[in-house]
């Protein structure tokens, strides 16, 4: 177009932008490049109607969840966070020993991957334009796989639940068989795959017909053998340490159950969802038995240091050619948003971080410290049976005690629902302490800490006195604890 045929001043004129002396259309303000005075201000609007967080929960999500957080006295306002760390509006910090759900690995906002993400979207990359191969993914990919040697390509999803899907696809595809075993107390997700080798009737009921699935105890090598003789079976899906009451399995089950698994031709799926990225003092968690490799591996939460949903699974490259066996099934399986720029960056981050930062080895050994010094405790208190867990997952289970009016006590509680002595010492963990936990599992008198990676003897020692603080209240046979404990049990006759 020549310089000077006026073109440009009548596109601008009309709303449409400038162009430059060659031609060129020049960056405006027009759709999709404007700030603030477009009428979007996210922290004038967050200023004006944050207030309203919990009622407009009640109004359009799920209804039950301000409920329950009123009802514990959970319903806290946070006002920011860093690292292991939450403060209210009155500046009081909160440890976090939750990490939410396993997902803030790194703890909140770490540098280097909020960095990350500012580079990649001031990149302004064509990304996901589904008929290119963007190196991101690649990249990640490639740094993923240093980790698990033996296996050879990546699928990336947007969560723990579709990294189990694909795995439970692939297998099937890979094996041509339909059944998928799992064990019992397993979490592997919700969606309708996931869920059907979830091994809690609590999720499960109400959603079937599930997938064909059949569940063994954990460590039951006899049960596993048994079902394997049918000849139909895909895979055994199994969770290195189980996040339902953190359980691990027995010493060389995970190695003998691959060794049956192949005999018979069918496939380990490790779920490493929660377990990986360091969470149990190894990279993955399945790595702490020697001779196991898995012929699949799912991953997620941690994965993008909790800004991004972002899951993967990993396998061999088999698996891979059979489920893309040609070029007419090149999205025979695939996701919308799987494999996107802010996703596959904040993973490099996060992956250069654990490397730089030595973060495995410091969940070793904070784990080691805060899982010792936990343990003394059991002899300490009768309330207290075990402390269990690899790393910084941890599970701290209570049980009947041997004194009268303590046990009493006890069977009030066990009679109106399993789980509620465990709930009395998670809400005065964060009540009066400030300390954020969860219990582990729907009636299960287990706490489960899953801190970030990133804590230690400052954060080990916090906590280690609160809980005791917690057990010498439960102990002194009275006092606000077991006041709440009545209260929880009115909730729970109530809601029967």
């Known amino acids: 177009m020549p310089a000077g045929d006026g073109s440009g001043v009548a596109r601008a004129a009309a709303g449409r932008g400038r162009w430059d002396r060659r031609g060129h259309r020049e960056r405006s303000p027009g759709p999709g490049t404007r700030g603030p005075a477009a009428g979007f201000d996210l922290r004038a609007l967050l200023a004006e109607r944050g207030a309203e967080r919990y009622e407009l929960h009640s109004r359009y999500l799920n209804h039950q969840l301000p409920r329950m957080l009123r ?20 500046g009081h910090d909160y440890l976090d020993m ?46 993923l796989l240093r980790h698990a040697p033996h296996l050879d390509r990546v699928f990336f999803g947007n969560s723990g639940s579709e990294a189990v899907e694909t795995a439970l696809k692939f297998a099937r595809r890979a094996t041509g068989r339909p059944r998928v075993l799992y064990c019992a107390h397993a979490f592997h997700g919700l969606t309708t795959g996931s869920l ?24 039951d090598l006899d049960a596993l053998e048994r079902e394997l003789r049918r000849g139909d079976v895909a895979a055994f899906v199994v969770e290195p340490v189980q996040g339902k009451g953190v359980h691990t399995p027995p010493p060389g089950f995970l190695y003998a159950a691959q060794e049956l698994l192949h005999r018979h031709k069918a496939l380990l799926i490790a779920d490493e969802v929660q377990t990986g990225m360091g969470r149990t003092g190894a990279f993955f968690a399945y790595q702490h038995e020697d001779g196991v490799e898995p012929d699949l591996v799912c991953l997620a939460k941690s994965l993008s240091g909790g ?7 990993l396998g061999k490259d088999w698996i891979f050619k059979k ?10 399986h695939s996701t919308s948003f799987g494999g996107g720029a802010q996703a596959m960056a904040a993973g490099l981050a996060v992956l250069a971080v654990m490397e730089d930062e030595q973060i495995v ?7 080691e410290l805060l ?24 599970g701290i289970e209570f049980g009947r005690p041997a004194s009268l009016k303590l046990r009493s006590r006890w069977a009030m509680l066990q009679a109106a ?80």
């Open 98 to 143: 939750l990490a939410g759900f396993g997902v803030m690995g790194l703890g909140r906002h770490h540098p280097v991957v909020r960095q990350a993400l500012h580079d990649v979207l001031d990149a302004s990359t064509a990304d996901l334009t589904r008929f290119d191969c963007p190196p991101l993914p690649g990249l990640l990919a490639e740094r």
């Open 417 to 496: 629902r399993k789980g509620l002595f465990a709930q009395m010492v998670v809400v005065p963990l964060l009540r009066r302490h400030r300390i954020l936990t969860q219990v582990s599992g729907d009636h299960m008198e287990v706490i489960k800490l899953i801190p970030p990676l990133i804590i230690g003897e400052r954060e080990v020692d916090r906590f280690v006195t609160a809980f005791t603080s917690v057990m010498d209240d439960a102990h002194a046979g009275g006092g606000l604890m077991w006041e709440f404990g009545r209260t929880l049990m009115k909730q729970a006759v109530a809601n029967r």
């Open 196 to 219: 059907s080798v979830n091994g809690e009737a609590g999720f499960r009921d109400g959603f079937g017909p599930l997938l064909p699935d059949t569940a063994i105890e954990l460590g």
């Open 71 to 90: 009802t514990l006295g959970f319903d806290k306002v946070y006002e920011r966070a860093e690292g292991a760390y939450f403060w209210d509006a009155e």
């Open 371 to 394: 899982r010792s010094r936990l343990a003394a405790l059991v002899g300490r208190y009768e309330l207290l049976h075990e402390v269990r867990g690899r790393g910084l997952m941890i």
């Open 361 to 367: 080895a410091n969940a070793r050994l904070t784990g």
């Open 307 to 313: 800004y991004v949903p972002v899951g993967a699974t």
């Open 323 to 332: 489920v893309y066996s040609s070029m007419d099934r090149v999205l025979v």
